[in-house]
């Protein structure tokens, strides 16, 4: 079973300038995350989604973060304009539901998206 | 919301000998509480998980209790080896409605030495 996948691996931009970043969970994974890993700290939850509906953005700092989720698969994050506390990595992960239509609690995380910003 | 504090940053132990990573969570209403590795370059990888109506759990090398009146749970993985040497988070979680939401720890650097 493939795993999530993430694009760019790297990017290196200047502050001001605006990059996106690109996601595809498990096949049939419902609920779909974007968390921030600074440089020696625990990833943080950017945004969270159902399929393709928003649970939580409660975190997302809305003046320069987007992210869309269209036909409850890919999922884009994008920065615009990016600062220099923005350099961190950007984690996607995935989770199912069982059969009961329960979520499991596992997040299955892609090997992430390095932002430099100079 | 939930806040998760991790200890120790670093640690360091010889091959064979056990590791302890401690956290506590402030949220009483969590009740789901997994442990991360991370290898470096890699994504968080679930190495296992306690769900609030149990006090121990274990897996092979690799154990966590909770003590839900204190609000700490904690990491033990025992016989250690270098392929252990990595990154790892806790993290709580309350009830989980339509999907979990994950409160991370800030991690703590492992190396075994051999």
């Known amino acids: 079973e493939a795993g999530v996948a993430q694009s760019p691996r790297y990017k290196i931009i200047e502050k001001r300038q605006s990059v996106a970043f690109w996601c595809n969970p498990i096949?049939?994974?419902?609920?779909l995350y974007w968390y921030q890993q600074i440089l020696g700290q625990g990833p943080k939850l950017l945004i969270q989604f159902q399929n393709n509906g928003v649970v939580d953005d409660s975190q997302l700092p809305k003046d320069r973060f987007s992210a869309e989720r269209l036909k409850g698969v890919d999922s884009t994050l994008k920065i615009q304009p990016a600062k220099l506390e923005d350099s961190a990595v950007y984690l996607c992960?995935?989770?199912?539901?069982?059969?009961?239509?329960?979520?499991?609690?596992?997040?299955?995380f892609g090997e992430g998206s390095r932002l430099t910003v100079l | 919301g939930e806040n998760v504090e991790q200890h120790p940053s670093t640690l360091s132990v010889q091959e064979g000998d056990s590791a302890v990573i401690k956290c506590t969570y402030s949220?009483?209403?969590?009740?789901?509480f997994p442990w991360y590795k991370q290898e470096l370059g890699k994504g968080p990888q679930l190495i296992i998980d306690?769900?609030?109506?149990?006090g121990e759990k274990k897996d092979q090398r690799i154990a966590v209790t909770l003590n839900k009146t204190a609000k700490h749970f904690s990491l033990h993985i025992t016989e250690t080896q270098p392929e252990d040497s990595a990154v790892y988070f806790c993290a709580a979680s309350p009830p989980s409605g339509s999907a979990r939401q994950l409160t991370f720890g800030s991690g703590t650097q492992l190396t075994v030495l051999p």
């Open positions: 096949s049939g994974h419902a609920t």
């Open positions: 949220d009483s209403a969590s009740n789901y």
């Open positions: 306690i769900r609030s109506n149990v």
């Open positions: 992960a995935s989770s199912f539901r069982d059969r009961w239509d329960r979520n499991t609690g596992e997040l299955f």
